[in-house]
């Protein structure tokens, strides 16, 4: 196996572990034998637990001796809740490592050229893009700024209407469209909406399967506005945790939330305008359905821009069918 095979390998560990390890980062790791076959695999335990390289290594007991470490980060160099994966690295006798995004935060990172150091063959950058915009992509984000991850995920019409005229809204996108939006509520730290949508939808805000099931990790569910919900609502059962923040100052409920590193905004188009006026906003996920609604609910409400020449620009970071519907990915341009 060459090493961006293994890398795609690596990737599809962290994936499995995403919205388990924080704070710490979803890493992957494989261990190729000395013959370029997979010997290990592993990815990163929750917090306390060891890390992904140290899992694999495990795994490839003596294979790992003269072979090559994939990791989707720069393995770190320090000791924290465990031990530095660089000494396993070395321990376990790889004579290569190949990792693809360096570690930003300064007291872990200078893994690579302590292993260059050594002697150890180090290849840096491999599948650096597919890592950084996929399951690194929240972790990175909070490293460098200290505030969490923001997604404001919304389902709508092909003509930007979340709701008929009449308010109902349930459902625009399909069964396969809203499986998807749980998929991504059980990899979310917290789930936000406006008071608005707790009063109008009653959402239970919880991660389901398709069954109906509860999925096995729970994002903390959060309220965001001045107005009491009642006691009776969904939102507030014991399914999982909830946060109710009085407040409207968007900055405000990101600094309640600067423990999280990946928050999914689910609000209707009040608190959607609000975060994005205020430029909180780092990912946009709009699941297109393939009807028409008119009317006056439009997906998003006034975003302070007055003239084209002054529109929010994003990009299409993908796109891809699920079901009938459209899911757009957006990030800022
Ligand atoms: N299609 C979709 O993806 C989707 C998703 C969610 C909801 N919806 C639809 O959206 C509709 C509800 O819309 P909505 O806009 O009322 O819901 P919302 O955006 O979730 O909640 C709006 C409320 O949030 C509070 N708020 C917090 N920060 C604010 C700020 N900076 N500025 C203004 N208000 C702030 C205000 O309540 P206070 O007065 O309490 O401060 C406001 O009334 C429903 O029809 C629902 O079905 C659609």
Known sequence: MNLE??????IEQSERVKGATYPNPPVGAVILDSDNDVAGVGATEPPG???AEVLALRRAGERAVGGTAVVTLEPCKHHGRTPPCVDALVAAGVSAVAYAVADPNPVAAGGASRLADIGLDVTAGVLADDVASGPLR???HKQRTGQPHVTWKFATSVDGRSAAADGSSQWITSEAARADVHRRRAVADAVLVGT?????DDPLLTAR???GTLAERQPLRV????REISSEAKVLNDDSRTMVIRT???HEVIKALSDRTDVLLEGGP???GAFLRAGVINRILAYIGPILLGGPITAIDDVGVLSIAHAQRWRFDSVESIGPDVLLSLVPN
């Open 270 to 272: 009040t608190l959607a």
């Open 49 to 51: 637990g060891p890390h």
């Open 209 to 211: 399967l398709p069954d």
């Open 248 to 250: 409207r100052d968007p």
């Open 223 to 226: 309220v965001v506005g001045e």
């Open 196 to 200: 608005g949508t707790v009063f109008v």
């Open 138 to 140: 929240e972790w990175l």
């Open 5 to 10: 095979a293994a890398m795609r390998l690596a």
